[in-house]
C-alpha cells in the first residue's frame, strides 16, 4: 500500500510556473512508475506525464509538453511537476499515482492515487 500526498497547488496568473510535489509513504516508491493527471470542472481525468521508476525514461501529453517537466527522488520518496508558462486551461485538479507505464498512458489507470492539488490559471 502506498500513501501519496500532492501540494504546491494554487493560484497563478497566465505564464506564470507552479511546482507540485508528491509525497509517497507506506510502500517502495521506487518501485514504481509515477505519473501526473489532472481533472478541469466538467471533464474526464486525463494524462499528463510520467516518469519511470528509475529516473530514465518521461512521457508528456501534447498539450503540456515543452512546459511541464516531471522529476522524481527515490531516495526521499518525492516526485515532482514543474509547470511553467501556464495557461487558463491547464486549470485542473492535479493527481499524482504510481502504478504501471502503459496502464497510465494509455488508460489513465493506476494502483495508488493521491487527493489531488488544485491549479487555478487566471487570464
Known amino acids: 500500500q502506498v500513501a501519496l500526498v500532492e501540494s504546491g497547488g494554487g493560484l497563478v496568473q497566465a505564464g506564470g510556473s507552479l511546482r507540485l510535489s508528491c509525497t509517497a509513504s507506506?510502500?517502495?516508491?521506487?518501485?514504481?512508475?509515477m505519473g501526473w493527471f489532472r481533472q478541469a470542472p466538467g471533464k474526464e481525468r486525463e494524462f499528463v506525464a510520467v516518469?519511470?521508476?528509475?529516473?530514465?525514461?518521461?512521457a508528456y501529453a501534447d498539450s503540456v509538453k515543452g512546459r511541464f517537466t516531471i522529476s522524481r527522488d527515490n531516495a526521499k520518496n518525492t516526485g515532482n511537476l514543474q509547470m511553467n508558462s501556464l495557461k487558463p486551461e491547464d486549470t485542473a485538479v492535479y493527481y499524482c499515482?504510481?502504478?504501471?507505464?502503459?496502464?497510465?498512458?494509455?488508460?489513465?489507470?493506476?494502483?495508488?492515487w493521491g487527493q489531488g492539488t488544485q491549479v487555478t490559471v487566471s487570464s
Open positions: 499515482a504510481v502504478g504501471n507505464w502503459a496502464f497510465m498512458t494509455t488508460n489513465g489507470e493506476a494502483d495508488y
Open positions: 507506506g510502500g517502495v516508491f521506487s518501485n514504481y512508475h
Open positions: 516518469i519511470s521508476w528509475n529516473d530514465a525514461f518521461t
